[in-house]
């Protein structure tokens, strides 16, 4: 089990290095100089140098990925004797580092929380930015996540039941059109529908936050009817993906000799479905709902916006608006960490549940 788990960590680390290659590339070749976006157009020359020389971008390109992978690393080496060297651990920068050891005079190697640089526009590190936004992410991708799957594997076992029948039917259509639409289109449509034509009924607002300061002074309240919206529009494509899911590996699973067998002991339909059936066709559910989770809390970028969600995906809106890159950058990193982790966390699961997946 070591060594499964030793393996899915190396390939996690890989797939997280090739991100960072790949963002850091991206965002290097874009039109654009930072230092006259944090200065601003009538910035002298001199200015732009020195903003150019901290952010390292005066180095080559290959000394720039170095740095960023520097920064990037909870352990890295850094200079502590020169402050204008380009690896000088800046207490700024890094905050209070665990120095470990030194490799040379002026070289030693720290244990410090990654540094995802500053925005251009307000000066804040990323990692501060992240950290506010990010648990309203994570609130409305598990609302949408826990909404999606308990009606979707709900929904699925009822169209097993009812094989071919005008619910099944039904319940196709719903799964094509809910697979078909475009997060950002059926937001704005349920955000027209029950936030504006129907608010007088349903009592919900278009755009909405997490806190309402407004109403309750504090702002420390958690106003639910202001998450309904949002969490229908992020959570309804996985909703549909899940009760077809269900559906179709239930009834496989339905088709089997040891649920026959069940059947030909008497037991009830309810037990048979419930006791037998139901828990050998979650497997491939489970994986799912796993991978669909890390994916909202990834792509809410036009949910939030649409309705003013105070999350990570209006955050990097309005950064791609002011091509504010750390920001984009960061949370890009963020959000592949997180996918990452997810899918080792339901690989070394399944590892532990099922002994034939650490042989494979």
């Known amino acids: 089990m070591t060594k499964f788990i030793i393996k899915r960590l190396f390939y996690g680390a890989l797939v997280l290095l090739g991100v960072v290659i790949v963002v850091f590339l991206l965002f290097n070749v874009l039109p654009g100089d930072p230092a006259r976006m944090m200065l601003g157009m009538r910035a002298d020359q001199a200015s732009i140098d020195a903003i150019n020389k901290d952010l390292g971008r005066d180095k080559p390109l290959s000394i720039q990925f170095c740095m960023y992978l520097n920064d990037l690393s909870p ?7 020169d402050p204008d060297h380009y690896l000088y651990l800046s207490h700024e920068k890094y905050g209070d580092p665990w120095k470990l050891f030194h490799i040379s005079k002026t070289k030693v190697v720290v244990l410090k929380t990654p540094y995802l640089r500053r925005s251009y526009q307000t000066k804040r590190k990323v990692s501060e930015i992240i950290s506010e936004t990010l648990p309203e992410t994570a609130v409305l991708a598990f609302t949408s996540i826990i909404l999606a799957s308990f009606f979707g594997i709900l929904l699925g076992i009822l169209c097993a039941i009812k094989k071919n029948t005008w619910v099944d039917q039904l319940s196709l259509v719903f799964a094509v059109l809910g697979m078909s639409g475009p997060q950002f289109f059926v937001g ?28 309750y002074g504090n702002g420390e309240y958690l106003d639910l009817k202001n998450l309904v919206l949002p969490a229908l529009t992020l959570g309804l494509r996985p909703l549909a993906i899940i009760v077809q899911l269900t559906r179709s590996s239930l009834l496989d699973v339905l088709s089997q000799d040891f649920i026959r067998t069940a059947k030909a002991k008497g037991l009830s339909k309810f037990t048979v479905i419930f ?16 991978g669909w989770f890390a994916g909202l809390m990834a792509g809410a970028v036009f949910v939030e916006s649409i309705f003013a969600w105070k999350g990570i995906g209006k955050e990097v809106v309005e950064a791609l608006d002011k091509y504010d890159f750390p920001v984009v950058m960061g949370t890009v990193l963020v959000a592949a960490v997180i996918f990452v982790a997810i899918n080792i966390i339901v690989d070394i699961v399944y590892g532990f549940l099922d002994p034939r997946i650490r042989v494979q």
């Open 75 to 81: 352990l890295s080496v850094h200079n502590d004797v």
């Open 188 to 215: 704005l449509i349920f955000a027209w529908l029950f936030g504006y034509v129907l608010t007088d009924y349903t009592g919900l607002n278009a755009v909405g936050s997490l806190f309402t300061a407004d109403d």
């Open 275 to 290: 006791k037998h059936a139901l828990k050998n066709a979650l497997n491939p559910v489970i994986t799912a709902i796993s």
